[in-house]
């Protein structure tokens, strides 16, 4: 699933937060800043995981105002490697 989360996103530590919550729902894949303010990620795992993971993806960390989040399917892989932020 490719993820992007729009709003006050950076420099609100969410991508620190991303890495910890995608640890606690046992995810795979990585989470960047996008020129444009927003984040991106690209994560896989099982069914229930990633919908937890797009759940908590609308709240962010503590400080983050989420306004909208985009997602979607990409093709299963199993090549992304433990989660990681870029």
Do not use: C, H
């Amino acid at each position: 699933m490719r993820i992007k989360v729009n709003g006050d996103v950076q420099g609100v530590f969410y991508r620190y937060y991303a890495k910890r919550e995608a640890k606690r729902v046992g995810i795979n894949g990585w989470v960047r800043n996008i020129e444009d303010g927003s984040v991106e990620a690209l994560i896989e795992g099982e069914d229930e995981a990633v919908k937890n993971f797009i759940r908590w993806s609308s709240k962010g960390s503590p400080m983050a105002t989420v306004e909208d989040v985009e997602t979607s399917e990409e093709n299963y892989t199993g090549e992304l490697g433990k989660f990681e932020v870029r």
